[in-house]
């Protein structure tokens, strides 16, 4: 591994689906004059989606193709381009989506997460692919989490959210809210704490990480007359995971949990599905969340946002989600470096 990676990163940025506003992100990220990186990115994808991206948004700097991460010459200059093996000169239309973006996408995807394995580059950022085109160019995953965690080998792999004053973890995602009952089992519920705490010592660096549990029913059940899964499934789950150490507290009220988290009292909130933990920090963390990968082998950090084919051909896409990505992936990737050497 280069030597540089012990303080400065390399980071593996996959331009996602290259009819989105990845590529476009990615350029008004790295060209932003404001940040002083603390790392070395190295952009996976394909360079004539790169050069129309450049231009749609006016950056007047140059490129430079390299084979191996390794040849990233420094933080500012030309933007490093490795191109994955597959990809060529493909035609993509912004704001289009299409079978072959969604293998693009996954070929940078699959090559990322090879560097990162590897140990060639100490984290990987993914902009925003298309599911429905991943999965007609013959990758069956139901988005980039599930994807790279097969890659990985993880079983016990876990979504969280992150902004500054919230951080959510999510027991179920991307499944209907009818299912969501069924998924809820006090190994899942226990699996997602567990998974949860050991990301905030070991990733963000917390020494005594505070977790607030939220409820699947209104009132927290009120007492078994609105459900029992509070007192039958997610109350143990809570017990278990606290007689291993883990300080986890609840099942508290969903409608006020988060609130109490904002104001300082969790570190971060164990939410039962998809909408009940995001829709409260997509109101505060529109545009500036980060999607963090739990308990992988490798650093994953990814924009919050989609593809925004409404965006892509504007030049308009904030990049500011992709900014914090890339800062995250950065201090996770140093924070691993420093405990790997205790």
């Not at 070929?107 to 090879?114: H, Q, T």
């Not at 007492?223 to 899964?229: P, V």
């Not at 999607?291 to 946002?305: E, F, K, Y």
Request: hydrophobic residues 40%.
């Amino acid at each position: 591994m280069d030597n540089r990676m012990q303080d400065c990163p390399i980071i593996a940025v996959t331009m996602g689906d290259p009819g989105g506003v990845g590529p476009e992100i990615i350029i008004k990220a790295l060209s932003d004059r404001q940040h002083r990186w603390q790392f070395i990115p190295v952009v996976l994808g394909e360079i004539s989606v790169l050069e129309q991206a450049g231009r749609v948004v006016g950056w007047d700097g140059s490129f430079e193709l390299i084979e191996k991460p390794r040849q990233a010459k420094d933080r500012v200059g030309p933007i490093h381009v490795l191109t994955p093996q597959g990809l060529g000169d493909g035609v993509f239309e912004p704001g289009r989506g299409s079978v072959e973006g969604g293998r693009a996408a996954a070929l940078c995807i699959e090559e990322a997460v090879g560097l990162a394995m590897a140990g060639e580059v100490g984290a990987m950022v993914t902009c925003p692919i298309n599911k429905a085109m991943l999965n007609r160019a013959g990758y069956a995953f139901e988005g980039h989490t599930q994807m790279i965690a097969s890659l990985t080998g993880c079983d016990t792999y876990v979504m969280m959210l992150a902004g500054e004053r919230l951080r959510v973890s999510l027991v179920t995602i991307h499944v209907p809210l009818e299912k969501v009952p069924g998924l809820i089992t006090e190994a899942s519920v226990f699996n997602t704490i567990s998974v949860t705490y050991e990301a905030l010592v070991r990733d963000f660096g917390l020494q005594e990480p505070r977790i607030g549990v939220a409820a699947l029913n209104p009132h927290a059940g009120e007492g078994g007359m609105f459900g029992k899964e509070e007192k039958e499934i997610i109350s143990p789950a809570i017990e278990r995971a606290r007689s291993e150490g883990a300080n986890a507290q609840g099942p508290f009220p969903a409608d006020t949990l988060f609130w109490r988290a904002t104001r300082g009292e969790f570190d971060s909130v164990v939410a039962m599905y998809h909408d009940q933990g995001l829709a409260p920090l997509k109101l505060i963390h529109f545009y500036d969340a980060v999607n963090v990968t739990l308990g992988l082998p490798i650093v994953r950090t990814s924009v919050d946002h989609g593809t925004a084919y409404d965006l892509a051909g504007t030049g308009k896409a904030n990049h500011r989600s992709l900014v914090n990505a890339l800062e995250m992936a950065a201090r996770i990737a140093n924070n691993r470096k420093r405990e790997g050497s205790r």
